[in-house]
T-cell receptor
Framework: DTEVTQTPKHLVMGMTNKKSLKCEQH?????MYWYKQKAKKPPELMFV???????INESVPSRFSPECPNSSLLNLHLHALQPEDSALYLC????????????FGSGTRLTVV | SQQGEEDPQALSIQEGENATMNCSYK?????LQWYRQNSGRGLVHLIL?????REKHSGRLRVTLDTSKKSSSLLITASRAADTASYFC????????????FGKGTHLIIQP
């Protein structure tokens, strides 16, 4: 299995909702990432998990809460989002010591209404 | 903050022609990578070049790296309609689980 699977593919949520994005990989990768991508912009790093521990938080607002319950799963919990948080959310993984190549999922397209 | 700056931002060529995209970056790097993204979906890793390498090939792709000028180029030879996509360079500072910093991207259109 050489894929990163993200669910759901599309999500529409209200500003008072609580939802979660899910990411799963079975490649034995020990580093996992969340990126946010606005339309016609490059991906921006949000969080990095290494060996299930949060190692990088790029000053992301607390309404985004990551969780890595095990080495194969990465969640992003969403609460009280704003319309400007609408974007494509991409999950990626990599070998801990690869220093580079990331495998990306297809993303979750989030719309906040 | 964005590290890489791609040039051009958009490129339209005829099928069969070669496409060249350039990327510049600002800080020291461990490696530089190129990714392709189709229609706003997931990114696909194309090629990685380390800071001590000057040129690398993979199929129809050729990447060069000039660390003195902090720049890289991606050449796609004999382009195909399926190469239509956005191409991003991304830099890694090293350290295993480091996140990538992406450039603004080049949108490539291959005209049939």
């Amino acid at each position: 299995d050489t894929e990163v699977t993200q669910t759901p593919k599309h999500l529409v949520m209200g500003m008072t909702n609580k939802k979660s994005l899910k990411c799963e990989q079975h490649m034995g990768h020990r580093a996992m990432y969340w990126y946010k991508q606005k339309a016609k912009k490059p991906p921006e790093l949000m969080f990095v998990y290494s060996y299930e521990k949060l190692s990088i938080n790029e000053s992301v607002p607390s309404r985004f809460s990551p969780e890595c319950p095990n080495s194969s799963l990465l969640n992003l919990h969403l609460h009280a989002l704003q319309p400007e948080d609408s974007a494509l959310y991409l999950c990626a993984s990599s070998q801990r010591w690869a220093q580079g190549a990331k495998t990306f999922g297809s993303g979750t397209r989030l719309t906040v209404v | 903050s964005q590290q890489g700056e791609e040039d051009p931002q958009a490129l339209s060529i005829q099928e069969g022609e070669n496409a060249t995209m350039n990327c510049s970056y600002k800080t020291s790097i461990n490696n530089l990578q190129w990714y392709r993204q189709n229609s706003g979906r997931g990114l696909v890793h194309l090629i990685l070049i380390r800071s001590n390498e000057r040129e690398k090939h993979s199929g129809r792709l050729r990447v060069t790296l000039d660390t003195s000028k902090k720049s890289s180029s991606l050449l796609i030879t004999a382009s195909r309609a399926a190469d239509t996509a956005s191409y991003f360079c991304a830099t890694g500072s090293g350290g295993g689980a480091d996140g990538l910093t992406f450039g603004k991207g080049t949108h490539l259109i291959i005209q049939p």
